[in-house]
Structure formats: C-alpha cells, structure tokens
C-alpha cells in the first residue's frame, strides 16, 4: 500500500469534530418542502432542528449521493495517487449508502477499495476513520487495519430515547404497527441498533425523561467492570447531555470526562429533535 484514501459517509457527523487528517465526506441531501440542502455544507445541525423546532409541520426527507459522485471521489483519490481507499458507511440497514458504495467501486481499475458497513451510525464511524488512519500511519497493511475495524463494529453499543417517534416512522426505521401502538399509549421506546444495524425497541416506556433514565440504566448495567471508551450523541438537546454525563459519572467516576457529539441533519431527519443517545466501544486488551 503507497497511499491511503480515506472516505466517510456524511452520516457521520464527522464535521463537527476537530481534526487534521485527510478524509473525503460523501453528503447526503436534505429535503425540506420544496427546497434542497446539502448537510453540512448547506444546512448545518443547529439551523436544521432550529427549523423542526419552529414548525412542526415540517417533515425532512432525505437523498444520498448517487454511485456516480462516489465514483467521482474514488477516481479523484486515484489521480492523487492513492492505490488503496477506505470508505467508512452507515450500517447498509439503514441507508443504500453501502450498496451505492460497492457499486461504484467496481467500476474504477488499479485501487483497492474497501467499502466498510460500520453496522451503525454517528460517533462509531468517526472512530473507525480515524483507527484507519491511526494504522496507516503506523505501517499497517490494509488487511491489518481492516481487522481493527472489525473490532470496532462487533464490539460497541447505542441505546437511544427520541421524543418522538413520527420521524423515524415516516422514513421508515420504524414499523408503523409500532408506531401505532406507542401514538396510542403514548410510549417513548427505549431503542437500541442492533448487530445486523438495525433499529430495534426493546422496552415500551412512557415518558421521554423515564425513557432517558431507562437508557442510563441499561448503559450502566451492561458495562459493569468493563474497560470501554463511552460517549454520548444528540439531536440539539445540551439539557439532556448534561443530565446523562452527570448521572453517569456518578456512578463511574473514572470515566473522568464522557465526549458528546451531534447528529448531523441527514441523521436528525431520522431521529427528529432531542434525540438522545448514549453508547459505548470496548476497548482491545
């Protein structure tokens, strides 16, 4: 391997966090009404729930980049003389981001490229792009940076609270049986992405702060005297982080800081406003 092109979905929310390594972010668009933005560039986190917040009524959709944009970026990391590329997607349950991705890189010669379904979404991807580059820079082949990847994706959890399930209803991440089911009885599930990257409920709860409470306790519990590195990912709600990070480290002082990260709008269009989320990565002995 002579050099290494890093890519990342913008499902991500890799801009928002500080960083000086090379990688390309794939953007998806945001749909609002009748009018087009691409994430990040055009539309940023706090502007999108600021607009969901202000009118309800506003329901976003969302469109990811076409196998041709991702061919324009392989072949623009070729022409800078990349011969092997990493591109980091959102879990291939949740969007066409991974299908699209392969695709493309069957129609460019001479680099290997290595489309990574991260399983999940957030945080985790920024992880697994900066152990990419990490490795690269230590002198590790492609073969041994794809088995830290791995790692990652099989050793890590989201638990997460929305407050309210409409969005990810209406794009689908949910059933609407479900759905029903928790507009009638009022139920805020406690949801967690599974190992296939999956959206799954697991518990029917009946408030957004019990659901939030609920989230902390299955975090605690699952994590008991295990080394991991934890953190926390939202949907515009500063509130809700503050109350998790003081909870939790209540009761693990020696987790000393817990990082929070944003959703990025291709995400919160999914997730809808204050979604919260709290999760973990198991750190390698």
Do not use: W
């Not at 990688?23 to 994430?39: A, F, M, P, Q």
């Not at 002198?139 to 794809?146: A, F, L, R, S």
């Not at 599974?194 to 702060?209: A, L, P, Y």
């Amino acid at each position: 391997m002579k050099k290494l092109g890093l890519m990342v979905c913008t499902n991500s929310a890799i801009d928002y966090i500080n960083h000086d390594i090379d990688v390309r972010v794939v953007r998806s668009t945001i749909i609002l009404g009748d009018k087009e933005y691409v994430d990040y560039e055009e539309l940023t986190a706090d502007k999108f729930y600021d607009k969901l917040e202000e009118d309800s009524s506003i329901f976003p959709r969302t469109a990811m980049a076409s196998t041709g944009k991702m061919l324009e970026f392989y072949q623009d990391l070729k022409n800078e003389g990349c011969d092997t590329i990493i591109f980091v997607t959102i879990s291939h349950n949740m969007s066409g981001i991974y299908d699209n991705a392969v695709m493309a890189s069957k129609m460019i010669d001479d680099v290997d490229i290595r489309v990574f379904d991260s399983l999940t979404v957030g945080y985790i991807e920024c992880k697994l792009i900066f152990t990419a580059y990490e490795g690269y820079k230590a002198g590790k082949t492609i073969d041994e940076i794809i088995e830290d990847l791995e790692y990652i994706r099989d050793n890590n959890r989201i638990y997460f609270a929305v407050s309210n399930l409409k969005y990810l209803v209406k794009n689908g991440r949910l059933t609407n049986a479900q759905a029903f089911m928790a507009n009638v009885l009022k139920i805020k599930p406690l949801l967690f992405i599974d190992e296939e990257g999956r959206v799954k409920s697991i518990e029917k709860i009946r408030t957004f702060k019990k659901a939030v409470n609920r989230v902390i306790e299955k975090f605690l519990l699952e994590t008991e005297g295990i080394d991991i590195e934890p953190f926390i990912i939202h949907a515009n709600n500063p509130e809700t982080v503050e109350y998790i990070r003081d909870k939790v480290l209540e009761k693990r002082p020696e987790y000393k800081e817990i990082k929070d990260y944003l959703l990025t709008p291709a995400v919160g269009a999914h997730s809808g406003p204050k979604a919260i989320t709290i999760g973990y990565i198991k750190n390698r002995k």
